[in-house]
C-alpha cells in the first residue's frame, strides 16, 4: 500500500458500512436472551485504529455492544501475561476443532483430555478458571483493568442485564465447567470461575475499541499511540495465531482464506481484527450469520482486506 | 426343576458364596470416594428370595451396603408408578447405548437429545427429577417408603458418610445434569434433583433385601410373602426389560448371554436377578471387574443360573 | 398356558395376521434397491413351529422373500458351530450399542477397536469372514446347508436379483469391510468375504422357515421334529442373549420389553423369535417402520407373547 | 528485513539444518511400509527459492522423496484450476477438524456429510476424484504435467515402490474412499480416483522443488523466475488459508502459532511453507514427530521465520 489517504480511507469506511449494513438483512440478532434480541439489527459500524492510535470510524462505532466471545482474546492475552504458558497450555490446547464452540464431547473422548483451545467455551472457562481473583467480580475486574490499559484510559463496563441473564440461562456452561472440574483443569470453583465468565462476555465496548484492541495485537502487543508494551510479542502471536484458525466459529477457515487477518467474533454483533504493523480493525453489526458471526462486520473485513491488501499470508 | 430342595439349595448357596470369594481376588473395590474403597474386597454373600418371600441365604448377606446403581430400578419403578410412563418414557428412551455409564456424548449428539435408558446415569438423573417432592430429602423419602414396601418393614436407611462424599465428588454428574437442565429434561431445580439422586444411591440395603426386591420383579409386581400389588405388570416388564439389555454397563450383553437373567448391579458390590415366577436374588461383593461389576455376584448369578436350571429365554 | 389349543391359536394367528396388515399401512418397505421396494406391502404372514416340527401358519405364510440381517443370527450360529467361540468373540464383541446398525464410528473410536456385536452390519461382516470357503460362493454354500439342516429338507435358494444389486449399491458395507481389514479382522480378502455377505442376505425364506430356525433356539439347539442337535447350548444361548439385547436395530429394548422374547428381523420384512421350550414364530410384511423393523411382524409378535403369555422374563 | 545478504541466509540455512538434524534424533520415519521406512533419519536439507526463481539450499537438499500429503495442496491447486471453486467446495468444506488425518467419523456424523476440508484424507480423496481424465494414471499424469510447470520443466517420476505398496496396504484410504462413494461426492469409480490418489502421494520431489512450490504461493500464483501466472491469486489465497489452519496435522495450531507460516507436510518427511511476496521454503527430514511432521522441517521452518521475521501476522 503507498501513502495512507485518510480521506479515502474514511470515504471506503463509509462504503463498507452501507454495504455491511445491506448485508444484515439475511440475519438476526442473537435471541438466547432477551437483552440481545432486542439489538437493532440495522445499527452498524466500523473503525480502524493505526499504529499512532489515530481512529478512522464510521456508522455506530460509538454504539456499546457486549463483547461476548471477544472477550476470549482479551482473557486470553491477560491470563498468558500474568500466569504464563505453561499454565495456559498444561490445561488447554492450541489446536483448531470442527465442534460447535459449546460442545462437550471432546472432553470425553480426547485422549488429552483437555479442551482443544481457548476460543471454544470450555477452552475460555478455563482461561477464566487462571485469573488472578477468588471471586468472579474480582477475577473481572483484574481482566477490566487489562482491557483499560489496551484501549487507553476509560474501565469498561459490565451490562448487568445480559450478565444476569447469562448467568441465569447457562446451564450448557455450567455442564461444560462440571465437566472441567471433573477433568481437574478449573482453577477454582465452578460458580466463582463461570461468574467471572459471564461478566467478562458482558463486558461493553464499542467498535473504536474493538480497533484499539486489533492495533494492540496489530503491533505485537504494544499499546497503540503510548508505545508501552501490555503484551509480550510471544504472547501476541500465540493469540493471533489462535485467532487466524479458530476465530470466527465454524466459519474461521472460510474467514482465513477470504480476508487473510486474525480475528474474533462475538455474538454480541462484534469482531475485531489484526493486520500486522498497519491496523486494527473493529465492526459492529447484531445481526448473525447461522455461525454466530455478525454478518456487517464479516462483510466489512473481508471487503477492507481486499481494498486495503491487507490479506497477510 | 423338579421340587425345590430347601438342603440343597442352601449347600449350592454356601458353595457358590465360597467360589464368588475366589473369584473376587482379582478385582478391588470401588475407589473413587474413600467411603467405598474401605470396603472389605473378601465380605461375600448371597441371598435368594422364594415367591411366599422365604428366604435362603449364605455368607454375608446381613452385611448392608450402599446400592448405587441398583437404586436406578428401584427409582425407575417407583416412578412409572407415580408419574405414568409417558411422563417417564418422553424425557427418557429404553434402548441400549455402547457408551459408558456416565458419559454425555449422546446428549449432545442424538438425534432425539434424550438420554437412551433409565440406567445410564444421565436416565438415572431424569428419573430422580420426575420422584414427587421438591428437596431432594423428600425425593428420597418417598422412594424409601416405596423400598420399604418392597421389601417388607423397614424403612431403609442412607449411608450418610457416602451420601455426603458423593455429593462433593461428583462433577460428572453435575456436568451431566446441567446438560439435562439445558435440553430441558429436568423435572425440578439441578441441585435438588442431584441431591435425590446422590441420597438414592447411598441407601443401605443388605443381600437378603436385594432378593426381595428381585422377587417382586420375579412375581411381575407383586410382594412376596403378602401377594400385594406394589408395581403393575407392565411396568414390572418394563424394569426387567431394560435390566436384561442395560442392567450390567459395558457386559450387560455378556451377562445376559451367560445368565439369561435380567439384573442390575451397583458400584457398592449388590448385584440383584429376577427369575420369572421362581425367585429373587441378591449377591454382595465389593470387589469389581473392570466394568464395575462385582466379580463375586457375576460369579453367584451366573452359577446359580446354570444349577437352577434359571436361563429364561 | 393351559393345554394348547391348535384351533384357539390357529384363529388367534389368523386375527393377528390382520391386525398387522392394518399396521402395515403406516410404513412402506425398504426402498434403497428395486427389487425390494417393489413388495407388497399388504403380503402379510406369520407361522409358528412347535418342537415337534408342527406348522401352524396364516396368511402369506409360503410367500418367499430376502431374509437380510435375519441372516445374521443363522451366519452366527454357524460360524460358532464351525470355528468356535473364540474365533468369533476375538473380533467382535457380545455387547448392545446405540449407532445405527451400519455405523462406522466406534471402529475408529473404541478402545476394543471391534464391533460391538454380530448383529450391526460391521460384525455381521466379521462373522461372513470366518465362514469356511474361500470364495463368497463357497462360503455362503456352506451356511445354506447350514440353514437347510435348521428347516428340514430344501437348500434355500438366493435372489440373484437382490444379490446383484445390494452387491452393487453397497458402497457403505465396503467401506465398513475395508475399515475391518485395516483392524486385522477380516478372515478373508474384502471381495470375498462381502460378496458371501451379500449372498446370505439375499438367502430366499419363507415364515414358516422362519419359524422352524426360530423352534431350533427354542429348543436350544436341536433341530424341531427330528431332535437331531445343530447348535449346542451354549452357543443357542449366546445367539439368544443377542438377539434379545440387539435383534431389532435400534428398537431392540423396545421389543425386549414389549414382547420379552429374543427375535431377529430383516428389511425384507421378516422377523423370526424364540419362545423357549414352546415355539418358534416366523412373521413376515415388508412395510418398515423408521427403525427397519416389519410393522406387520412387531406387532404379530407382540401380541401372540401377550395372548399365548410368552413373555419369558 | 532489510536487504537480503545471500551469504549470511546460506549460513543461516547450514545452521538451521545442522539444528534440524539434532532435532531428527526424537523420532523415526514412517514405518507402515518398508520403502518409508527405510528412509535416512539424519538426511536433512532445506532449501529457498526467492521469487527470481533463485535458489539457496543446504544439506540433502536434492535428495527425492515420496512427497504424500504434500500432494494435497498441489492437486487442489490443480483441480481448483481446472474444475473451479464451485466443483470443489461443494463437495468439501474449508474448516480445520480436530480428528486425526484419517478420521472417517465426521462423514457419518456432520450435518454437512462432506470432509471438512481438503488437506484430510477424504478431503483429498474427493479432490483426486476431481481430477481430469478416468484412470489413475491418466489423472496423476495431468498433475504431473502442472507439477512441471510449477517447479520449471521436469516432470516429476513416481515411487513405484512407494506407490505399490500404499495401494497394496491402505485399506483405511480404502474404506473412507467408499464411504465417499456412498455419499455421492466421488467424482468417479473408487479403484480409479484411490489410484489417481496413491500415484500423487508418490510423486518424487526434493527441497528445493518444495522451495518453488512455496515460491509460487508466495508470488499469488506466478511461476517463479518465469512470473506467468499458473493459479489465480484468489485460488493461491485458498490453498494457503487451508495450510494456515489444517496443513500440519494435528500440530497445524502449534505450528501456525510458532512459525506464523501456511506450510503443508507429508509423512516423507517434506515441507513446504510460503511467506508472501518473500520467498518459498522446502525442507526435508524423515524422522517424525507423533503427529508425523518433520521433526527436523519444525525446527527448520520455526528458527527460519524468527531469524528472517517471516511471521506474517
Known amino acids: 500500500m503507498a501513502a495512507f489517504d485518510r480521506g479515502a480511507v474514511s470515504a471506503l469506511l463509509d462504503r463498507l458500512v452501507a454495504e455491511g449494513r445491506a448485508a444484515a438483512a439475511s440475519g438476526r440478532p442473537a435471541d438466547y436472551i432477551p437483552a440481545l434480541a432486542a439489538a437493532d439489527p440495522l445499527a452498524v459500524g466500523a473503525a480502524l485504529c493505526l499504529g499512532s492510535g489515530e481512529i478512522l470510524e464510521s456508522g455506530e462505532s460509538r454504539r456499546r455492544f457486549t463483547i461476548q466471545s471477544v472477550s476470549k482474546v482479551l482473557a486470553l492475552a491477560y491470563v498468558l501475561e500474568t500466569r504464563g ?3 495456559v497450555f498444561s490445561r488447554v490446547g492450541k489446536e483448531p476443532t470442527g465442534d460447535p464452540f459449546n460442545s462437550i464431547i471432546r472432553l ?54 445480559v450478565y444476569r441473564s447469562e448467568s441465569g440461562t447457562a446451564s450448557r456452561n455450567r455442564a461444560i465447567a462440571w465437566f ?37 495485537f ?42 487473510g487477518l486474525p480475528a474474533k467474533s462475538g455474538v454480541g454483533g462484534g469482531i475485531l481484527a489484526s493486520a500486522l504493523g498497519r491496523m486494527g480493525i ?3 453489526g447484531p445481526a448473525l450469520d447461522e455461525r454466530g458471526n455478525s454478518l456487517a462486520g464479516i462483510r466489512i473485513l473481508t471487503r477492507l482486506s481486499e481494498e486495503l491488501g491487507l490479506f497477510e499470508f
Open 85 to 87: 504458558e505453561e499454565a
Open 108 to 161: 470425553e473422548t480426547s485422549d488429552t483430555r483437555k479442551p482443544y483451545n481457548p476460543l471454544i467455551n470450555a477452552g475460555a472457562i478455563v482461561v477464566s478458571g487462571l485469573e488472578p481473583g477468588s471471586s468472579g467480580a474480582e477475577r473481572c475486574a483484574g481482566l477490566a483493568a487489562f482491557v483499560r490499559e489496551a484501549i487507553g484510559g476509560r474501565t469498561p463496563a459490565i451490562d448487568e442485564e
Open 180 to 216: 472441567l472440574d471433573n477433568l481437574g483443569l478449573l482453577g477454582g470453583g465452578v460458580d466463582e470461575v463461570l461468574d467471572a465468565y459471564f461478566r467478562q462476555c458482558a463486558i461493553l465496548l464499542d467498535a473504536t475499541e474493538l480497533a484499539r484492541v486489533g492495533a494492540l
Open 218 to 259: 496489530a503491533l505485537d502487543g504494544l499499546v497503540p499511540g503510548s508505545g508501552c508494551r501490555l503484551v509480550s510479542v510471544r504472547h501476541a502471536r500465540i493469540v493471533k495465531g489462535l485467532m487466524i484458525t479458530c476465530g470466527l466459529y465454524d466459519g474461521s477457515g472460510e474467514f482465513c482464506s477470504a480476508a
Open 282 to 284: 473493529g465492526a459492529y
